[in-house]
């Protein structure tokens, strides 16, 4: 098999030969390219270059017609006739190049003759740095140098190794080689023996050789990197752990390296004779590592071994140290409970020294300094619910599978309620996307007493319904600034809030601020709006929170009539912590309006929020209605103090009285009050039978009929007055009356002689019946009756007649100017044959406690 492969490689050898040869022949048959001095050169040489047809191999008729051309790559740079040519050139770069020669003896027509390369190069360096090595106790000798600039040229690097007893070996390979594995193997039986490496480099232009390298078995000599590591800790305690490892056996020397996985820097130990183990005395608990371990063989000849493969391991968890940083929040449910809310932060890894099972927290009464409550919880917040009056201490531990950390006390009190304590002028400004910068002024004078600052700080508004994580941390007393980086977002408003503590006692301070900002996507979505006292309250929604891109700080609302061309009207309100309704009054009652809104952040307006269109119903206002009424009030008093004006709406009030309410009124001298009346006077002996002539007697009452006469009397001032009669079957201050009694008929028609002979009587009886003091009593018979003027109207026990207009005086008649006749004015839609308005003189006074109306009455 070998013997057939051989002779395959002989023959594919022969033909590519054969090929070349035939390749130069074919190509240089016409003529030769020569180079002087040689194909190589050095950078910065001169070389001529010549080209020469052979023996009839020009062109066919006259050498005149043979014109030689020379190439330079593919560049043309000399021409010339004749059966050869000849040209210098010194200024070659680096590298190869490559010179064509032809011959044309057509214009268009050029036959390849002839070409050449030619190397420029330099000089081969000395190598450097000769090394060499060989890994483990059995492995083999490799060399390694650096070889220099390059060459340009084809150079070969040869490597020599001369040992005891004139032993030499050697090794080639060629261009741009820097290493050479010699394959023999140097035994540690041999350690004491003196090596000698050299490399020689050699191209056309010269060579170099490398110092020689001396050195012996163990100064080359790499061990092998350790392997099979693995740890123990004691007692499952990391107090107490040794590494292991396993070496080559000739290792003297072991250095160790590890880390926690989180961390980039290493510890490193070195161990002599440690025989593949090692104690470690200073690693954490609960935390991972990573271990590496490598090897030499002597203390101070040789090399370190590769760092073998990471081993990464868990330390056991001890007990945990250090305390828990605990804060709270307090919220008033009601007048009579509230709710508090404890948070805290993890223990670092150091501090938590294991995994954290659950937190416990430890309710205390302040009075009692007894626990009252005790819970555990998996989470770093706990609520309960407690009556307002009652004071708590809290203490907050962590646990793990070993124990428990110190517990960490804290007074639950007012964190807001000392007003002497609150910082001043609290400022949020972003620095950068994720941090903002918080600044404020110490309290006053209750500075000196500040133990220790606060600042908290919470999501304004977090999306999803869910309730917002609670942040905080702590600065000394002579701080009043801190970088909030934790759990900040951009575009998003969180509510800062800065408290000062001191003992028991806090006071705080609250800003809103944001890491970035920019306008907010989206305009608030108006509810409603409702008209209230000639105003409008608006009612709208929060912008929600992925769109309000930081911390609003107005709203706008804008107005304007609908299909108006206008500019829109608008209203700018503060932003505050639960914003949702507004009152504008700068509305036009039914006018309809289009209305929007907008929200403002530090970076711009948001768009318009959607349209809503309203129109104000419009409703006097009471000042408004009160002036109305003053003022109609005030012109009612004036026209009512003229007699003049209170004529005219009597009689314009007689015409407007419907028809139901008019009565007619029975004869008060047929009366059963005047037969009364006409027993009393006779046991007073009064003269009434002057009056009454011929009265008749009260066994068969005969009526009294009374015609109408109509006199043309003009006074001054005439009043109407209707006077309220009693109606059908009711006598006066409500007694029963027959029939008898209210005898009286309108429609008789009384003979002339009754007319004549009692119109005086007639007069005269309502003198005696209003003449009646109501202090009288029928028992007192010698007080006399008074004399009453003739238009005095009787009292409420007295009657009227409703068809008698006017009552003649016995006095004598005042004449009157005729443009004071009183007018009567009938506008009542009900018709009436009985409306005859009494008239009076207005010259006398009306006494209105004596004056009794009844329906339709207008009483003056």
Not at 32 to 42: A, G, M, N, Q, Y
Not at 123 to 144: D, I, M, Y
């Amino acid at each position: 098999m070998a013997q057939t492969v051989r002779a395959c490689y002989l023959a594919l050898t022969f033909v590519a030969m054969s090929l070349l040869v035939k390749a130069k022949i074919d190509v240089c048959w016409r003529g030769d390219v020569t180079v002087k001095p040689s194909h190589v050169i050095s950078l910065g040489s001169a070389v001529s270059i010549s080209c020469s047809l052979k023996t009839k191999q020009g062109c066919p008729r006259y050498s005149s017609f043979n014109k030689l051309i020379l190439y330079k790559f593919y560049q043309r740079i000399l021409l010339q006739r004749g059966h050869s040519l000849s040209f210098q050139v010194s200024d070659l770069p680096l590298g190869t190049t490559v010179f064509v020669c032809k011959l044309s003896c057509r214009p268009s027509e050029e036959i390849r003759i002839c070409g050449a390369e030619i190397s420029v190069g330099v000089v081969p360096e000395q190598p450097r740095n000769l090394s060499c090595t060989q890994k483990g106790e059995r492995g083999t000798v490799a060399c390694t140098w650096d070889r220099g600039r390059d060459t340009h040229l084809f150079t070969a690097y040869t490597l020599q190794l001369n040992g005891p007893k004139n032993l030499t070996w050697q090794k080639q390979c060629n261009d741009y080689c820097d290493h050479l594995d010699l394959g023999i193997n140097l035994i540690p039986e041999s350690s004491e023996f003196s090596y000698t490496a050299k490399v020689i480099a050699v191209n056309g232009l010269g060579s170099a050789s490398s110092f020689p390298a001396t050195f012996t078995f163990l100064d080359i000599v790499r061990p092998l990197p350790p392997w099979d590591i693995r740890i123990k800790f004691v007692n499952a305690s990391v107090s107490r752990c040794t590494l292991w490892w396993r070496d080559e056996g000739m290792v003297l020397l072991n250095r160790l390296r590890y880390r926690p996985n989180n961390n980039r820097s290493w510890k490193m130990v070195n161990a002599t004779n440690a025989k593949g183990r090692h104690d470690l005395l200073d690693l954490e608990p609960f935390t991972e590592y990573e271990f590496q371990v490598s090897s030499k063989l002597h203390l101070y000849k040789g090399s370190w071994s590769d760092w073998s493969e990471s081993l990464r391991v868990q330390t056991p968890e001890e007990e945990p140290t250090g305390t828990l940083d605990v804060w709270y929040m307090k919220q008033n449910i009601d007048y009579s409970k509230q709710q508090i809310s404890l948070f805290w932060k993890n223990l670092s890894v150091s501090e938590a020294r294991g995994k954290i099972l659950h937190y416990q927290v430890t309710l205390l009464d302040m009075a009692g300094k007894k626990p009252t409550l005790q819970n555990t919880t998996e989470h770093t917040s706990w609520t309960w619910v407690s009556p307002r009056t009652e004071n708590w201490t809290v203490a907050v531990s962590a646990a793990n599978s070993k124990g428990s950390s110190l517990p960490t006390h804290i007074n639950i009190t007012d964190l807001c309620g000392a007003g002497l304590l609150a910082p001043g002028q609290v400022s949020a400004n972003s620095e950068g996307t994720d941090n903002i910068m918080v600044m404020w002024e110490p309290p006053g004078k209750a500075a000196s007493t500040v133990q220790e600052y606060v600042v908290e700080w919470r999501e304004l508004h977090p999306g999803g319904g869910v309730r917002p994580s609670l942040n905080w941390l702590r600065t000394p007393p002579y701080n009043v600034s801190t970088l909030i980086s934790e759990n900040i977002k951009p575009y998003i408003c969180y509510e800062i809030r800065v408290h000062a503590l001191s003992g028991d006692q806090g006071g705080c301070s609250s800003i809103r601020g944001n890491s970035k900002h920019k306008a907010p996507l989206s305009g608030p979505y108006i509810n409603a709006i409702t008209e209230e006292k000639g105003n409008i309250l608006i009612s709208w929604s929060e912008i929600p929170a992925q769109e309000q891109m930081g911390c609003i700080l107005h709203y706008r609302i804008y107005w304007k009539e609908q299909d108006s061309s206008s500019q829109p009207r608008l209203c700018e309100i503060p932003y505050r912590v639960s914003p949702n309704s507004h009152a504008v009054n700068s509305l036009q009652p039914r006018v309809r309006y289009v209305l929007w809104m907008t929200a403002l952040t530090a970076a711009g307006e948001s768009p318009r929020g959607k349209e809503k269109e309203f129109c104000l119903q419009g409703k006097a206002s009471w000042s408004t209605f009160m002036v109305l009424s003053i003022c109609a009030a005030v012109i009612v008093v004036s026209i009512f103090s003229m007699c003049y004006s209170r004529q005219k709406l009597s009689a314009l009030l007689s015409g407007l009285r419907p028809q139901w309410c008019s009565r007619q009124i029975p004869d008060p001298a047929n009366s059963t009050w005047a037969k009364k009346y006409l027993i009393v006077e006779e046991k007073m002996q009064l003269p009434l039978d002057r009056i009454l002539t011929d009265w008749p007697t009260p066994k068969e009452p005969e009526p009294l009929v009374i015609s109408e006469v109509l006199h043309q009397v003009t006074p001054a001032f005439r009043c109407l007055v209707h006077p309220n009669w009693p109606e059908k079957g009711k006598g006066v201050q409500g007694h029963y009356t027959s029939e008898e009694d209210t005898g009286y008929s309108a429609s008789g028609s009384p003979p002339p002689r009754a007319l004549t002979a009692e119109t005086g009587q007639l007069v005269d009886l309502y003198k005696v019946l209003g003449s009646r003091d109501p202090d009288s009593k029928p028992g007192n018979p010698a007080s006399p009756s008074p004399v009453l003027p003739v238009d005095y109207l009787p009292t409420h026990e007295g009657y009227l007649p409703s068809n008698v207009d006017y009552i003649p005086s016995q006095e004598a008649p005042v004449t009157e100017p005729p443009e004071l006749e009183p007018q009567h004015i009938s506008l009542s839609v009900f018709p009436s044959s009985s409306l005859h308005p009494l008239t009076f003189s207005c010259g006398e006074k009306l006494t209105l406690d004596r004056l009794k109306m009844g329906c339709g009455s207008l009483m003056l």
